[in-house]
C-alpha cells in the first residue's frame, strides 16, 4: 500500500516552490526543483525519515536548480529533466542524467509519477503528476501563467500547453513553481474558472492569447 505525501516549501527571494514527493510507505521521496535552500531539504527528508530516489526539473532556469550540486553531495541519484533544458547544466551533473522527452513515467516507491511535456515557458518545460496531483513549474500558476518573453520562451507553444492542462481532469490539485498566487495550490477546476490565460487558451484562438500574454 503506497501512500503519497507532499511537502511544499516556499524557499528563496523568489517566492519558489520546492517540493518532496514521497512514498510514505515505502519511504522513498523525490525533490523537485531543488533550490536556494538545501539544509531545510534535507532536513525535511529526514522528519518524514524518507530516502531520497531522484531530483526532478521542471525546467532548466536556475531559480529552479541552484540546488542540485549540494543535493549530489548528500545523494548521488538521477536527475530527471527534459532532453532540451539538459544541455545548460553543470557538466558535472552529466554522469547523474536522465534525460525525457515527456510521456514516461518512473515508479517512487508504490507510486506511479508520470511527465507531461509542457513547453512554451522554456522549450523543455515538463509537469509532473502523481495520483490527483499535478506539479506545474513555471507553466501554470495559480491564476497565472510562466513568463512567455525568455530567451527560450515561445508564447505559441505556451498557449498548445495550457490548452491541453485544461483537457485535464478537473479535480487535480496543481502545484505551482511560485507562490504567486491567492493560495499556494487551487484545484484544476477553480483554475480552470478563474485563471484568465487557463480560460483563454482553453476557450479562446491563439491570437487572443499572444495579446493577453503580451499585455
Ligand atoms: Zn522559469
Ligand atoms: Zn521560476
Not at 507562490?179 to 480560460?199: D, V
Amino acid at each position: 500500500m503506497s501512500t503519497l505525501e507532499i511537502r511544499q516549501l516556499e524557499l528563496g527571494p523568489l517566492a519558489n516552490f520546492v517540493y518532496l514527493l514521497a512514498d510514505s510507505a515505502a519511504k522513498e521521496a523525490l525533490v523537485v526543483d531543488p533550490a536556494w535552500d538545501v539544509p531545510a531539504i534535507k532536513k525535511e527528508l529526514g522528519v518524514g525519515g524518507w530516502k531520497l530516489k531522484g531530483i526532478f526539473l521542471t525546467h532548466n532556469h536556475f531559480d529552479h536548480i541552484n540546488g542540485v550540486g549540494d543535493v549530489l553531495k548528500f545523494a548521488d541519484v538521477p536527475i530527471y529533466i527534459h532532453k532540451e533544458d539538459a544541455p545548460v547544466l553543470d557538466k558535472n551533473f552529466k554522469p547523474n542524467l536522465k534525460t525525457l522527452s515527456g510521456g514516461e513515467g518512473i515508479d517512487l516507491g508504490g507510486l506511479k509519477i508520470n511527465f507531461l511535456h509542457t513547453p512554451g515557458h522554456t522549450e523543455g518545460s515538463l509537469c509532473l503528476r502523481v495520483s490527483d496531483r499535478l506539479v506545474t513549474g513555471d507553466t501554470l500558476f495559480i491564476r497565472g501563467c510562466g513568463r512567455v518573453d525568455l530567451p527560450n520562451s515561445d508564447p505559441e507553444k505556451m498557449y498548445t500547453s495550457l490548452k491541453k492542462i485544461a483537457t485535464l481532469e478537473d479535480s487535480l490539485l496543481v502545484f505551482p513553481g511560485h507562490n504567486y498566487g491567492p493560495t499556494p495550490t487551487a484545484s484544476l477546476a477553480e483554475e480552470k474558472k478563474e485563471n484568465p490565460y487557463l480560460q483563454i487558451a482553453a476557450g479562446s484562438p491563439l491570437a487572443r492569447f499572444l495579446e493577453a500574454v503580451s499585455g
